[in-house]
């Protein structure tokens, strides 16, 4: 079976840098996305590590490590608009690639 | 740019009422999908299909769903007989199917069982 943890809160404020974690158990890893859900709104995409090492995007960032079953999103320089909840998600073997969601963070930016 | 579409935005019915969620992914993608989400808990997977058939299904696609891809753009879901657990936010994702490619989702549909 598949398995994602991660926080299930953060709150971090306005300005400031936040990392959200995330480890795996898989039977098969293919590579680690990261997703942010706003209340009420679709999953969005953020970003994709299928390698190990730091992948940047703007603002956000993420980290994979393969050999500790390990990743992070990092959003730097915090707006109010960040407050969303933040998903890791694993695609599975199969050739459709369905993706497997953690439990999600829930970021709260304050002034 | 192009983006998955779903309507209706929110579905009431009763229970045991049929219901049909339609979606139209983005059009030169190859994989479609649908996931649900509870209220306040994680996105579920619930099935893909490609080529005009379904690719895989989860514990929770019972027999009381079915999808279809009746034309060339509409992907829907069926849910047969509706329970009060159904009541969901549904959402329907494309990817364009090739390596390491991304699922885009649609802005969902809220289904309400009463």
């Known amino acids: 079976g598949q398995s994602l943890e991660q926080p299930s809160e953060v709150t971090a404020v306005e300005g400031a840098i936040v990392q959200i974690n995330c480890t795996y158990q898989?039977?098969?890893?293919?590579?680690l996305s990261w997703y942010q859900q706003h209340d009420g709104g679709a999953p969005t995409f953020l970003s994709y590590?299928?390698?190990?090492g730091l992948e940047e995007t703007g603002r956000f960032s993420s980290f994979l490590s393969r050999s500790d079953s390990y990743g992070y999103l990092l959003l730097q320089e915090l707006q109010m608009k960040d407050s969303a909840s933040y998903f890791c998600?694993?695609?599975?073997?199969?050739?459709?690639?369905?993706?497997?969601f953690g439990t999600g963070t829930r970021l709260t930016v304050i002034p | 740019e192009p983006e998955v579409t779903q309507t209706p935005s929110h579905q009431v019915t009763q229970m045991g009422q049929e219901v049909i969620l339609r979606c139209v992914p983005i059009?030169?993608?190859?994989?479609f999908y649908w996931y649900r989400q509870i209220l306040g808990q994680k996105v579920e997977f619930l099935v893909s299909?490609?080529?005009?058939?379904?690719?895989?299904k989860s514990e929770i696609f019972d027999d009381q769903f079915s999808v279809e891809r009746p034309d060339g753009s509409n992907f829907t879901l069926k849910i047969r007989s509706t329970k009060l657990e159904d009541s969901a936010m549904y959402f329907c994702?494309?990817?364009?199917?090739?390596?390491?490619?991304?699922?885009?989702f649609g802005p969902g549909t809220r289904l309400t069982v009463l």
């Open positions: 998600a694993i695609p599975d073997q199969t050739g459709a690639n369905n993706l497997f």
């Open positions: 299909f490609y080529n005009n058939e379904i690719s895989e």
């Open positions: 590590n299928a390698l190990d």
């Open positions: 994702a494309s990817r364009p199917g090739t390596s390491g490619d991304t699922q885009y």
């Open positions: 898989t039977s098969g890893f293919y590579g």
């Open positions: 059009s030169n993608h190859l994989y």
